[in-house]
């Protein structure tokens, strides 16, 4: 069976930092594009970044918005794809899920992460 | 950026009315628009890739068309666990998503 598990998430001060992972298991991880999605409370979807595969150059990707603040890695010997989030402020308070493929077709349960003083 | 806009934000429904769900891209995407089902405290679920491929073990009163800029997400014969916010993705030029559409069950 498919799976992802983000892990990570919790209750963190503005201007800490925090690294989220998600760990994979049913499907050849090292082939697949990582994918990291985040919603606020209430909100909708926000994509906050990408890394390819290794053999596609293992490149990431970001929405300008975050593109100074979040770094996306992986470490395909522990199928594990990370999400190192900097600088956080309150409106990153949000679930943040990873979702696997160049078109998001299996995502995890998603880990939760709360910015507050 | 691409920006996708759906209409409408919000509908109400009765059980077997079919729904019709549009998504406009702010430039032209050709068939790289995905459409995800959201459920209360669930993640997102892949419905519908590049604009018309059902995924894998979605019912089929779930259809998709559409390319250019705007795109459309038909649910045939509403079911009860229909209920659910629905986005459309676009993947022609890096991520975003639409803002949803919320489907609730008269």
């Known amino acids: 069976e498919v799976q992802m598990v983000e892990s990570g998430g919790g209750l963190v001060k503005p201007g800490g930092s925090l690294r989220l992972s998600c760990t994979a298991s049913?499907?050849?991880?090292?082939?697949?594009?990582m994918n990291w999605v985040r919603q606020a409370p209430g909100k909708g979807l926000e994509w906050v970044g990408r890394?390819?595969?290794?053999?596609?150059?293992?490149?990431?990707d970001y929405p300008e918005h975050v593109k100074d603040r979040f770094i996306v890695s992986r470490d395909d010997s522990k199928n594990t794809a990370y999400l190192q989030v900097n600088s956080l402020r309150t409106e990153d308070t949000a679930v943040y899920y990873c979702?696997?493929?160049?078109?998001?077709?299996?995502w995890g349960k998603g880990t939760t992460v709360t910015v507050s003083s | 950026e691409i920006v996708l806009t759906q209409s409408p934000d919000f509908q109400s429904v009765t059980p077997k009315q079919k729904v019709t769900i549009t998504c406009r891209a702010s430039?032209?995407?050709?068939?790289?628009l995905h459409w995800y089902q959201q459920k209360p405290d669930q993640s997102p679920k892949l419905l519908i890739r590049?604009?018309?491929q059902s995924f894998s073990g979605v019912p089929s009163r779930f259809s998709g068309s559409g390319s250019g800029t705007d795109f459309t997400l038909t649910i045939n014969s509403l079911e009860a666990e229909d209920a659910a916010t629905y986005y459309c993705?676009?993947?022609?030029?890096?991520?975003?998503f639409g803002q949803g559409t919320k489907v609730e069950i008269k």
């Open positions: 049913g499907f050849t991880f090292s082939n697949a594009w």
């Open positions: 979702a696997t493929g160049d078109v998001m077709d299996i």
């Open positions: 590049y604009a018309s």
């Open positions: 430039q032209t995407i050709g068939t790289s």
């Open positions: 890394i390819k595969s290794k053999y596609d150059g293992g490149t990431t």
């Open positions: 993705h676009q993947t022609s030029s890096f991520r975003t």
